[in-house]
């Protein structure tokens, strides 16, 4: 029965959370965000990918919105 509950409440807490991890240089006076993108069910993490930039981040974020959405109640993206 514990599964069984473990089950319930995870699914109703997913999320989409990216934070920044790095920042890298691209260029001489040019620079760069690494985030990390992550699912989490509210109690463990599913699946993580980085991502570089604000264009890649948006990009990890659609596929994982296209694999995970019928579980997605948030998208939080901290800087």
């Known amino acids: 029965m514990k599964d069984v509950l473990n089950s319930s409440q995870s699914s109703m807490n997913w999320k989409i959370t990216s934070k920044i991890i790095d920042t890298a240089e691209i260029g001489p006076n040019d620079t760069q965000n690494i985030y990390l993108v992550y699912v989490n069910d509210g109690i463990n993490n599913i699946e993580a990918r980085q991502a570089y930039g604000i264009e ?24």
Do not use: L, M, P, W
Not at 60 to 74: H, L, P, R, S
């Open 56 to 79: 890649d981040r948006t990009k990890v974020t659609k596929e994982f919105i296209n694999k995970y959405g019928a579980y997605i109640d948030k998208v939080e993206h901290q800087e």
